[in-house]
């Protein structure tokens, strides 16, 4: 068997975790170097944007790395997308790094190390490489999840995580063991060939393969009832790692969904598209329900993107070309959306020191253009028309409708009302009540910092922009999803 | 030889105590340990497959392999962790880690 060692295949993910490296041992040997703390954001800012480089160089390959990483159209969207992230990710938070995590140093590698996963799992062409990058994103985040400084949840949430993620993880390889044994191979390919040759006898070891793939899968994705982790992994996080999680993690978990319920598990469809519809309707409605008693910022994000996966869920049970390319457009909106808002309360955080939903009084006056930010963010996620979300959503439940799954959409659109209410008690918060004044003039204006700007500007423009015309993000998604039903 | 079916119910048997373990016990170190009898149970499997159905290919063996290293790093990894919450809270009982709820 001739194997393909082009190792110029894997160059973003080379540069990035090349990056990972040198910002550790850069880190390491700050004192004996004299370098600066700055000089840590740099380093990665500057690996990233070559990685970024490589990746649209590669972005007309069509090609595979020793049978283990598929290069195509579709990985190109998602190194794009992840790379992007963790640009903008570093950007608006390294002020808050740098003030409330422990060791920084490893936290800018594992957040790289976390990209080089998730660019991995967008990649995979085989069950093995696959497992290994959902474990190189899952431990670079458990460790992440603890770095917090002087803050006690932090350390309780990373346990949680840690614990109940490791099941996960063994109820996922347990469910791939099955399907390897009853496929014969861990290579897509292969697998869907032997699916979809109609030669496989033995159902229930299938069927049992299945149920446990997707359970370990909607833990990673925060399913109900996979979900119990969620709530207190985004809360005790710093809140950089929140965001993380609730975008390059939920995008890397459907990167797979997609590759392997579009690609191997497909000639299967009538044995997982109930399970799967099933969940996506308790995961809306519990998410949104959830929400609603929440007073935690974090928290309630965290609620509202379970909410989220409800809706992308949908896509992967109507399985086709069409729906598939929705979902990429909404995972592109989702992202820029949720950071725009993570962004902006990493720079309340900057200044407050607060994240309770009731602190967030009277934000349009002491600093309208954050409450302008985050009512859009919020807005948008609700799906208000001339913001992301809106044509995100609307093309998402149109493709669903158009694939014959007018029930699950009657339903997304009820919990999508529903999120309207707990989005709107934040934005009455912001700009109905007067601002607190406890002494330290935390009722005058402020300002944020120049990479504050610069990073809750961009998603702005980015929300507004999907908004009004989306057409680009169409055709790039458009055009990511082809090689998987070619 | 011995038939497939007795690997299996092994492995069977060794993820249902780990998955009973991870439900019943209340030290963070007892769970971790469960957690990697499950892995001993897919690894078994893995193997299993590989020797009976898969003879010209060694993906399932070597997929054990990663099965047990990878486990053995996410043991270390969590054993960290709960460090961490031992020395804030004394006790290494997940009942402890009570701050977080709904």
């Known amino acids: 068997m001739d194997l393909n060692f082009r190792y110029e295949l894997l160059a973003p993910e080379i540069a990035v975790a090349v990056t990972a490296v040198l910002v550790m041992f850069a880190d390491a040997f700050r004192n004996e170097l004299n370098l600066k703390r700055n000089l840590l954001p740099q380093i990665s800012l500057l690996g990233l944007a070559v990685a ?35 640009l903008i990710l570093i950007i608006g938070s390294h002020e808050y790094i740098d003030r409330h995590v422990n060791h920084i140093g490893e936290f800018y590698g594992l957040l790289l190390f976390s990209t080089v996963g998730a660019m991995l799992m967008a990649g995979a062409r085989d069950l093995i490489t696959a497992y290994l990058a959902i474990e190189v994103l899952s431990f670079s985040l458990y460790v992440a999840v603890s770095l917090s400084k002087n803050d006690p949840r932090s350390g309780e949430a990373a346990l949680k995580y840690v614990l109940l993620g490791g099941v996960a993880s063994a109820m996922l390889l347990y469910g791939l063991s099955f399907i390897y044994g009853v496929t014969g191979s861990t290579q897509y390919s292969e697998i869907s060939a032997a699916l979809s040759a109609g030669n496989v006898d033995f159902e229930t070891a299938l069927i049992l393969g299945l149920v446990l793939v997707i359970a370990g899968l909607g833990f990673k994705a925060s399913a109900v009832p996979f979900h119990m982790w969620t709530p207190d992994a985004y809360e005790g996080a710093p809140i950089p790692i929140t965001a993380y999680l609730s975008a390059t993690s939920k995008a890397a978990t459907f990167a797979l969904f997609l590759r392997w319920f579009a690609g191997p598990l497909l000639p299967a469809i009538d044995h997982w598209q109930w399970i799967l519809a099933l969940l996506s309707v308790i995961t809306m409605v519990v998410g949104n329900l959830v929400a609603l008693q929440q007073h935690n910022i974090k ?30 457009l909404h995972l592109v909106g989702y992202l820029i ?57 609307f093309i998402l439940f149109q493709s669903v409708v158009s694939a014959g799954y007018l029930w699950l959409v009657i339903v997304a659109l009820v ?40 990073s809750t500007g961009i998603l702005f423009i980015g929300v507004v922009w999907v908004g009004v015309y989306a057409t680009p993000f169409y055709e790039f998604a458009d055009k990511a999803i082809a090689p998987l039903f070619a | 030889m011995i038939p497939l079916e007795n690997f299996l119910i ?27 009898l499950m892995l001993a149970g897919v690894a078994i499997n893995f193997a299993a497959f590989a020797a009976y159905l898969d003879v010209d290919g060694f993906s399932g063996m070597i997929f054990a392999l990663f099965v047990i290293t990878v486990a053995a790093a996410e043991v270390g990894l969590a054993l960290g962790i709960v460090l961490r919450l031992f020395r804030e809270r004394r006790t290494s009982y997940v009942d402890a880690a009570n701050t977080l709820k709904w």
């Not at chain 1, 993570?342 to 900057?350: L, R």
């Not at chain 1, 309207?420 to 607190?436: D, F, G, N, R, T």
């Open chain 1, 52 to 86: 970024l480089v490589f990746s649209l160089m590669l972005g007309n390959v069509s090609d595979d790395f020793a049978r283990l990483v598929q290069i195509d159209e579709f990985t190109t969207f998602f190194r794009v997308l992840f790379i992007a992230v963790t």
């Open chain 2, 10 to 36: 092994l492995s069977g048997f060794l993820f249902a105590v780990g998955l009973y373990g991870v439900l019943a016990r209340r030290s963070a170190i007892l769970i971790l340990m469960s957690v990697e």
């Open chain 1, 299 to 328: 928290r309630l994000l965290a609620y509202s993107s379970i909410g989220q996966v409800g809706f992308m869920l949908m896509c992967i049970t109507a399985i086709s070309e069409q729906t598939g390319s929705a979902l990429l």
């Open chain 1, 337 to 393: 959306t949720n950071l725009a808002i993570f962004m902006a309360i990493i720079a309340f955080y900057n200044r407050t020191g607060k994240e309770e939903i009731n602190q967030f009084k009277g934000l349009a006056q002491t600093n309208p253009y954050l409450a302008l930010v985050i009512t859009s963010g919020l807005f948008s996620l609700a799906g208000m028309p001339l913001l992301a979300g809106f044509v995100t959503k």
């Open chain 1, 415 to 454: 919990a999508s009302t529903v999120s309207l209410y707990y989005y709107l008690q934040v934005i009455k918060q912001m700009y109905l009540y007067q601002p607190e004044d406890d002494g330290n003039g935390s009722n005058h204006r402020w300002n944020l910092t120049v990479t504050g700007y610069l």
